[in-house]
């Protein structure tokens, strides 16, 4: 760890700084977790030992509740299991994720002590657990979990106090990490990475993390000083300055007062008019269009919950058609109608419309986020793969170059994302190239191909928030 330094940050308490300087896409640190679980609704469905998604695993013999891949997940994952694997057993059932996690830390802790390697830069001990910070019902529910574990903690193993039992529970609940699967498109799990805990949220970060193998990758979103704190950020950008200052004050326990919070920096954009020939729509306008945009948002989520994807989209063109001549290309709002009707318009595989929604998508997310976020090459990646379905190659093309060079610096090299960016930026480029040599054969070709073997179904598109997934995770 010889990259970074604990310092006392101004207002925030520990945090990192880094001792070199540091360029876009460099790895600061990685670290793996002291343990990590698979979500409770996962459990039949991802392997417990390396966290893939598999159609067939094989179930633990003994306790009939953990999955693998195959005898050498198994094996591998046998360290941490055998205790849960007795634990299960006598206990009965199956305890929470929370729960599940909590004994799967300290059977760790117990064997190997609090410094579990050389490059842990900060205890269990150490690590804020915000117990005083919970609201009543929280508290309630924490303390449902605490005597459950109590049940659940074998007598054979190392007896600990309520406090110290209490203290894991809290630094899990504030500090927990979520895992991703192989292709790092699904949170499947979550686990605790201490070094990744010291690191403090600014709204603007100047770092971000991924999960790559197994491990957690701090990665710099541009030039870093050597001598400045290193931030992520907790919550997304496209939220609101007061939607983001509720949410870090009562899932982290913490006023923020980063610039953009300060300030309320891009704030007008995100609720904003739209301007056309230097006139604006007045301000009645844009708040009656920006309430009727929210509320047709709120039957969109309904209509997709229900799987009723052609509702959906009656519902997105009529708010799109209202509320586009009035409200801004970067309104909140409107991005997640584009965003929705373009999923599920490239689901139901119209995909010239959905092309078009994408792209409206892209250039407004450009205009908020920072040249290097995550979720904007994730969208430049979904927006060029509809525009190649919608046989734009010029544009999808284009798209999936911006994505690559995004996600080299998110995600890196050798993420399973990025590897697969690299493979359809060369198929689009090679299709370009034919295209600018002979329009009329490539699209001939591409008809003949498509006919020999049609287009499979996209997979049915998920909520807005799980789309692009805030890593850091939160008991429900």
């Not at 050389?118 to 019902?137: K, S, V």
């Not at 919950?305 to 509702?311: A, N, S, T, V």
Request: charged share 25%; hydrophobic share 35%; proline share 2%.
């Amino acid at each position: 760890m010889e990259n970074v330094a604990v310092f006392d940050s101004p207002g925030k308490g520990r945090g990192l700084k880094a001792t070199k300087e540091f360029w876009a896409g460099d790895v600061i640190f990685s670290e793996a977790s002291i343990s990590a679980v698979v979500f409770d609704s996962l459990t039949e469905r991802i392997c417990h030992s390396c966290f893939r998604r598999q159609d067939k695993l094989q179930r633990c013999g003994q306790c009939k509740f953990a999955h693998y891949c195959d005898r050498t997940c198994q094996r591998a994952g046998w360290a941490e299991h055998k205790q849960e694997c007795s634990a299960i057993k006598a206990y009965g059932s199956v305890p929470n994720e929370n729960i599940r996690l909590v004994a799967r830390i300290m059977w760790r802790v117990d064997k190997d002590g609090s410094l579990l390697s050389d490059t842990q830069l900060t205890t269990l001990e150490e690590l804020e657990d915000h117990i005083a910070d919970m609201q009543e019902d929280e508290l309630k529910e924490f303390k449902v979990d605490i005597h459950n574990f109590l049940d659940y903690w074998p007598r054979t193993s190392k007896q600990h106090t309520i406090d110290d039992i209490s203290h894991v529970f809290g630094v899990i609940n504030c500090n927990g990490f979520t895992v991703s699967d192989q292709r790092g498109l699904q949170a499947v799990g979550v686990g605790l990475f201490p070094n990744l805990c010291l690191v403090n949220h600014d709204c603007w970060p100047n770092c971000t993390v991924i999960l790559n193998h197994g491990k957690i990758e701090l990665r710099s979103l541009g030039k870093i000083a050597e001598g400045e704190e290193l931030t992520v950020s907790y919550v997304d950008y496209m939220n609101l300055s007061e939607e983001r200052q509720r949410l870090l004050k009562t899932q982290y326990f913490f006023d923020c007062t980063c610039e953009h919070c300060k300030n309320r920096i891009k704030d007008d954009i995100k609720l904003g008019g739209k301007v056309e020939d230097g006139v604006k729509p007045s301000e009645e306008q844009v708040k009656e269009a920006t309430d009727y945009c929210f509320q047709m948002l709120e039957k969109m989520d309904q209509a997709r919950l229900k799987g009723d994807y052609h509702e959906v989209v009656k519902i997105c063109r009529d708010a799109i058609e209202k509320t586009e001549p009035v409200l801004a290309d970067t309104h909140i709002y409107l991005l997640r109608m584009w965003s929705t009707m373009s999923e599920v318009q490239a689901y139901l595989q119209y995909f010239d419309e959905a092309a078009e929604y994408a792209r409206k998508m892209v250039d407004g997310y450009m205009k908020l986020y920072h040249s290097n976020n995550a979720a904007l090459g994730m969208a430049a990646m979904r927006a060029g793969v509809t525009h190649w379905q919608a046989g734009q190659i010029e544009v999808g093309h284009g798209m999936i170059c911006k994505a690559y060079a995004i996600l080299m610096v998110t995600h890196g090299p050798t993420h399973p994302i990025t590897k697969d960016l690299e493979a359809m930026r060369m198929q689009t480029e090679m299709e370009l190239r034919m295209f600018k040599q002979n329009e009329y054969v490539y699209h001939s070709m591409r008809e003949a191909a498509l006919k020999n073997k049609p287009m499979t179904m996209m997979h049915e598109p998920k909520s807005m928030e799980e789309g692009i997934k805030n890593l850091f995770h939160r008991r429900k």
